[in-house]
């Protein structure tokens, strides 16, 4: 419990939000940049701050994990 309770700046994953804010300091004006992760960025906190920014994301995940909700499959 003490963990969910912390704030996202003293969680280990909070360098997924360093890294959109050091990549988005450096990135040309005008410049698209894909950033892209793993399963261990999936924190809600992460996809708030690339939402609010307008950043792009690929997250790489496994497809066996997956549930379609449309007949099991997609």
């Known amino acids: 419990k003490e963990r969910k ?3 996202i700046e003293e969680k280990e994953s909070y360098k997924w939000i360093e ?3 050091q ?8 410049v698209v940049v894909v950033n892209v ?3 261990e960025s999936d924190v809600y906190e992460y996809f708030q701050e690339a939402a ?3 950043d792009k ?3 790489a995940g ?3 994990s997956y549930k379609c909700p449309v007949y099991g499959i997609c």
């Open 19 to 21: 890294s959109l804010q």
């Open 62 to 64: 496994s497809l066996s």
């Open 52 to 54: 609010k920014h307008g």
């Open 5 to 7: 309770n912390r704030v």
């Open 37 to 39: 992760c793993d399963r």
């Open 23 to 30: 990549v988005r300091r450096i990135s040309p004006e005008g």
């Open 57 to 59: 994301i690929l997250l």
